[in-house]
């Protein structure tokens, strides 16, 4: 199919800039019964483009759907760290490499309140818990409601990444008050299984599935620098982009390669390729918040202002993803005032595999 007749422009956008804007159809607005709203080769064909086309289509999506300048600032607590059995090739928590990361039980009620109390009164506005559990138990789920509970009885928003859940294990973190659940794709499926075989993609998708169903807000992305090519970034972006509703939160992992891990040596994404996937994310799910997470750190300020131009309008915000290191909190908001940013209050999430 011509590239031309792939750019049409959703109306909202359209009507919202007088220029000859140009993102991909949306495939549920050509057929109803389309199963994909975005092809494979339609977000690669986004990625190809000349980079200043892309940022400028991608940052036209942007301040047709976000107000200009918003960032939101995200924060993450590991409320039961390491010794998952889970092989996912990226994660020092996994109990099966040796990555020097000291494995931790759930913490109690009160260790979380005051965590939480914390969040709150340095402005959250959410916080998010991640335990490095393959699958919870309905045991675990009980103690995890209970501490959901409990943010809320503070007045927060909350939310958690847990690992694959069941249909009634997600209504019983919804019946406790939890706001949303993460459960990252990771790669395109085509690369999956280099990555991790002890679960399949399929589980990951079933897991948003009752995620959804349950009424809980979705927060889903994935990671690149795993080895995967093009087509594989461009994959990824469109299973998350047809997922229906695509997700609130669309975190984007640069891979932080963590000595001990199978991908400690994987050859770095160009950071300009990083930006790339970001725009595309971005024109391709034009409401979600789309999240600079994992890998920050090593992109620098430059490559983060044009992830900004790309359209992220969130970043994890603090000294520490889970066990892995984040640019400190007052570089963060020195870069933010460089770049002229308001943000939002701090908020606590989430990202599953930081
Ligand atoms: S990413 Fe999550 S499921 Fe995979 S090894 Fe790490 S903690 Fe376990």
Redesign the pocket.
């Known amino acids: 199919m011509p590239q031309e007749s792939l750019l049409t422009p959703p109306e909202s956008v359209a009507h919202a800039q007088p220029v000859h804007f140009a993102p991909p159809v949306r495939r549920a607005q050509v057929a109803a019964s389309a199963p994909q709203r975005w092809r494979v080769e339609d977000v690669q064909a986004l990625l190809n483009l000349p980079f200043n086309e892309l940022l400028f289509r991608a940052q036209t999506v942007h301040r047709a759907h976000w107000p200009a300048g918003d960032i939101e600032l995200a924060t993450l607590l590991s409320v039961k760290t390491g010794g ?5 090739g ?5 109990a099966g490499f040796d990555t020097g990361v000291q494995a931790q039980k759930l913490m109690s009620v009160d260790e979380v309140r005051h965590a939480a109390q914390a969040a709150k009164d340095a402005g959250a506005t959410r916080f998010c818990m991640g335990a ?3 699958a919870p138990k309905d045991r675990d789920i009980e103690k995890v409601a209970e501490l959901v509970r409990t943010v809320k009885d503070l007045g927060l928003q909350s939310c958690a990444t847990l ?1 694959m859940l069941e249909k009634h294990q997600a209504v019983a973190l919804r019946d406790a008050g939890l706001d949303y659940y993460n459960h990252n794709l990771d790669t395109a499926p085509e690369h999956y299984a280099a990555i ?1 075989d002890t679960r399949s993609y399929q589980d990951r998708l079933d897991t948003l599935a009752h995620v959804r169903a349950a009424g809980i807000s979705v927060c889903c992305g994935g990671i690149v620098g795993m080895g995967e090519t093009p087509v594989h970034r461009a994959g990824l972006i469109a299973q998350l982009a047809n997922l229906d509703p695509y997700p609130e939160s669309v975190p984007i992992n640069s891979l932080v390669r963590v000595p001990g891990t199978p991908l400690a040596d994987a050859e770095p994404i160009d950071p300009l390729d990083f930006v790339r996937v970001i725009a595309v994310a971005r024109i391709t799910m034009p409401t979600a918040r789309v999240r600079l997470s994992a890998g920050r750190q090593q992109l620098g300020e430059p490559v983060q202002a044009l992830c900004f131009l790309a359209g992220a309008n969130s970043i994890f915000y603090g000294d520490k993803l889970l066990v892995t290191g984040n640019p400190d909190a007052d570089a963060d908001r020195r870069l933010l005032d460089k770049l002229g940013y308001a943000t939002r209050p701090i908020s606590i999430e989430q990202d ?2 930081a």
Do not use: L
């Open positions: 998952c059995p889970e092989n996912c990226y994660c020092p928590q996994s490095a559990w393959r690992g991790v599953e595999h």
